[in-house]
């Protein structure tokens, strides 16, 4: 993806991560945690639809329920978000 494309994701993340959760992440933080996510450093995965991925993480002592594509995340789920179902679970 190209730099402006990232800077997108970025964006609109850092917006709904600050309504959501009341996380402020500047471009750095956001790589880290877009990092630490690529790397499998969440507690629950599930595939989308859409190929993107639904991921719940800890970053800074905060639990984020997330939306990601293959290399950034795209957005942040509300607190009360429904845990999403895996395809074959019971």
């Known amino acids: ?6 800077l997108h994701h970025f964006r609109h ?4 991560l600050r309504q959501r ?3 402020v992440l ?3 933080e956001y790589d880290r ?3 630490l996510v690529r790397e499998g450093a969440g ?3 599930a595939p989308k639809a859409d190929g993107g991925t639904y991921v719940e993480i800890v970053f800074y002592d905060v639990p984020l329920k997330l939306v990601c ?3 950034y995340v795209v957005t ?3 607190k009360d978000a429904v845990r999403p179902v895996q395809r074959g679970a019971a």
């Not at 993806?1 to 990232?6: F, H, V």
């Not at 993340?13 to 709904?16: D, E, I, N, Q």
């Open 13 to 16: 993340a850092r917006v709904r």
């Open 43 to 45: 507690n629950f995965y």
């Open 33 to 35: 945690l877009c990092t």
């Open 76 to 78: 942040a789920l509300p």
């Open 26 to 28: 500047d471009v750095h």
């Open 1 to 6: 993806m190209s730099r402006s494309d990232r």
């Open 21 to 23: 959760y009341g996380l």
């Open 69 to 71: 594509n293959e290399r």
